[in-house]
């Protein structure tokens, strides 16, 4: 394998879990590799490099950081040639649990020295390229909100808290309609998720995905709930009492529209927020991403 490029993100996850990028760089070394390490904090500068490395026909391309991250890099890298590799620093990395790819960064490097690759799907929401979920309504809300505490100084978790509290007390609805599979729904929701493949929504696996090949989306509409039934709701996801049955949920499809009565929305792409036009246009790219995989 050629001298490969490693996008290191120093601001993703926990401070304490954040590689220099020396140690980087030795950790492929000591696997016969030969890395360039770049260290870039904002994700335009991210996919720009990524971007970059696709147009020079570099085999591999390496995203070191968080979900947010790897989405950026990823987003580039559809439809062609160049492999995502991933080094999981984040604080969830839930691209690379559902890949099974090692959370450590030794084992992760060993996925990508092995060499061994397969083509997994990704999402699009008017041409913006997620890996792992989209969401219109109370979350990217929340996001923005966590953000503007995170720059007035509260750490993550503090400003995600009290974000997500700000919100449940505003608690605004969304009206919505959905058409997907030849349906049409009408909604007043509080939010709309649509995954890149389908996630489970009960029980002690809730979030996690079997498989990132299978060309469909996951689209999933609570019916109209209070605050303390979205709650309930949540709670009753993590201890498998989900009864898909009350909510309206459309499954395993390939595409979809979603029409609001404002002309432009928030809309969250794996954590990152983007003010989109309506309606919102979401597709199935099948296998359009090269991947390592263990």
């Not at 926990?14 to 990028?21: G, K, N, Q, S, V």
């Not at 696709?54 to 950026?72: P, W």
């Not at 009350?246 to 927020?273: N, Q, Y």
Request: hydrophobic share 45%; aromatic share 8%.
């Amino acid at each position: 394998m050629d001298c490969v490029t490693v996008i290191l993100n120093p601001s993703s996850g926990l401070a304490y879990r954040r590689p220099d990028p020396a140690r980087v760089g030795q950790i492929f070394r000591e696997r016969g590799l030969s890395v360039r390490v770049l260290s870039l904090d904002r994700l335009d500068a991210i996919a720009s490099a990524a971007r970059q490395a696709a147009a020079n026909r570099e085999r591999v391309v390496i995203a070191a950081g968080g979900d947010g991250t790897v989405s950026a890099v990823a987003s580039t890298l559809v439809k062609t040639n160049t492999a995502l590799g991933v080094l999981p620093v984040g604080t969830f990395n839930h691209f690379a649990r559902d890949m099974q790819i090692p959370l450590d960064l030794a084992g992760a490097a060993e996925v990508i020295a092995r060499g061994k690759v397969d083509w997994v799907d990704v999402g699009s929401v008017n041409g913006r390229i997620f890996v792992n979920n989209s969401s219109i309504g109370i979350y990217p809300n929340i996001v923005l909100l966590r953000e503007f505490g995170r720059r007035r100084g509260r750490s993550k978790w503090t400003a995600f808290a009290r974000a997500t509290f700000a919100m449940l007390r505003r608690f605004p609805f969304l009206a919505v309609r959905v058409e997907a599979g030849g349906e049409a729904v009408v909604a007043q929701t509080p939010f709309v998720f649509v995954g890149n493949n389908e996630y489970e929504i009960r029980g002690l696996e809730i979030g996690r995905r079997s498989s990132l090949a299978e060309g469909r989306l996951f689209l999933y509409v609570p019916a109209p709930i209070s605050r303390l039934g979205l709650i309930w709701m949540a709670l009753n996801a993590v201890f498998g009492r989900l009864d898909p049955g009350r909510t309206l949920a459309m499954r395993e499809i390939e595409e979809a529209w979603i029409t609001t009565r404002k002309k432009r929305l928030r809309v969250s792409t794996d954590g990152e927020i983007a003010v989109l036009r309506s309606p919102l246009h979401y597709r199935s790219l099948p296998r359009a991403l090269k991947v390592f995989v263990p």
